[in-house]
């Protein structure tokens, strides 16, 4: 069976009635079997560092490695306004009325502050090589220890909106995705979450479109695909098709640079796999969000530890534009 046919068209390698034993002078139970094979494209990259560390993001095909994004990690919405561009070193601020602009949605999904620990204002900003911000993932709902413990529970989990550019003005944003994330107890320590796509009628009136729990000590798969979503409910209820993306997520406390994988079919243009990447890197961050209050976050995660360096410009040699090929 030659399988290198179906990566250009799809192809048909079985199609008939097969015999379950293999005897001829007998009569056998038949089994009617066909196997089909379709071409599954898709782009592939990864992170040059930790997303904390805001690293560029390459594009990987076969052995050549291309820069084609690079981040920039804030822990601290005050500081974050200071964004700086990773090609012509150019500084663009994040509009001030960044907040007042988008207050509606922002409050809608944040409820009233709450009082104590708590891990908060996160944001990753998503840059393509000309400088210009594509997407971003911004923490809209604190993670907060549930009472009486030191993790963050399944009734009041944290959450991250995926956020694309709105228009022609920097300082207008438009929700894509909405992302939860708790510390799952249970016999296996785990990270669950759940994403779901926004919709017109606001950021609580999303579809769910992928579900699920990794192990923190082991990690795993962030994984957006119908076709191996457990939860039958919600795969009928999903507006996607077979596979969308997958992200590579470490176990606690170990050096994460997520490989993130999505289906040409779901990419236009470079802004669409912007998008994914702001949620591989939302989604890498809430594995540290829902590290356990009793132990101390990394100097790159607390915005009272970061310096005034982090807000310094970051020059980078590199001055190409690339763009994604289209499939």
């Known amino acids: 069976m030659d399988l290198s046919v179906s990566q250009k068209r799809p192809s048909v390698f079985q199609n008939g009635w097969m015999k379950l034993v293999n005897e001829t002078d007998k009569p056998t139970a038949k089994l009617h079997l066909t196997v089909r094979a379709e071409p599954d494209p898709r782009f592939v990259f990864q992170f040059g560092g930790e997303p904390?560390?805001?690293?560029?993001?390459?594009?990987?095909?076969?052995?050549?490695?291309?820069?084609?994004?690079?981040?920039?990690?804030?822990?601290?919405?005050?500081?974050?306004?200071?964004?700086?561009?990773?090609?012509?070193?150019?500084?663009?601020?994040?509009?001030?009325?960044?907040?007042?602009?988008?207050?509606?949605?922002?409050?809608?999904?944040?409820?009233?502050?709450?009082?104590?620990?708590e891990r908060k204002v996160w944001m990753i900003m998503i840059y393509d090589l000309s400088g210009s911000p594509v997407a971003a993932a911004s923490m809209i709902t604190p993670f907060v220890p549930s009472p009486g413990s030191d993790r963050v529970s399944r009734s009041n989990p944290g959450a991250w909106l995926i956020l694309s550019p709105h228009g022609f003005s920097f300082s207008s944003w438009k929700p894509w995705g909405r992302l939860e994330a708790w510390?799952?107890?249970?016999?296996?320590?785990?990270?669950?979450?759940?994403?779901?796509?926004?919709?017109?009628?606001?950021?609580?009136?999303?579809?769910?479109?992928?579900?699920?729990?990794?192990?923190?000590?082991?990690?795993?798969q962030f994984c957006i695909d119908r076709r191996v979503s457990r939860d039958s409910t919600l795969s009928l209820r999903s507006p996607v098709k077979g596979f969308v993306m997958g992200s590579t997520v470490e176990g606690e406390g170990k050096v994460?640079?997520?490989?993130?994988?999505?289906?040409?079919?779901?990419?236009?243009?470079?802004?669409?796999?912007?998008?994914?990447?702001?949620?591989?890197?939302?989604?890498?961050?809430?594995?540290?969000?829902?590290?356990?209050?009793?132990?101390?976050?990394?100097?790159?995660?607390?915005?009272?530890?970061?310096?005034?360096?982090s807000l310094n410009l970051i020059k980078n040699p590199i001055s190409l534009q690339i763009s994604l090929p289209l499939p």
């Open 52 to 117: 904390e560390c805001s690293p560029v993001v390459f594009q990987i095909q076969g052995n050549v490695r291309q820069p084609m994004f690079s981040c920039k990690f804030s822990a601290d919405r005050s500081r974050s306004r200071l964004l700086c561009l990773p090609v012509n070193c150019e500084t663009r601020p994040l509009p001030p009325d960044f907040t007042n602009k988008n207050r509606g949605w922002m409050r809608t999904l944040s409820g009233e502050e709450r009082q104590g620990r």
């Open 183 to 220: 510390r799952e107890r249970g016999p296996v320590d785990g990270l669950g979450h759940k994403f779901e796509l926004v919709t017109e009628n606001g950021p609580n009136n999303g579809f769910p479109i992928a579900e699920g729990t990794m192990s923190v000590k082991k990690g795993g």
């Open 256 to 309: 994460s640079e997520p490989v993130v994988q999505i289906g040409m079919q779901h990419v236009t243009c470079m802004a669409d796999a912007a998008l994914f990447i702001a949620l591989s890197a939302a989604i890498d961050l809430s594995m540290d969000a829902c590290q356990l209050f009793s132990r101390k976050l990394r100097k790159e995660l607390c915005h009272d530890e970061q310096d005034s360096s």
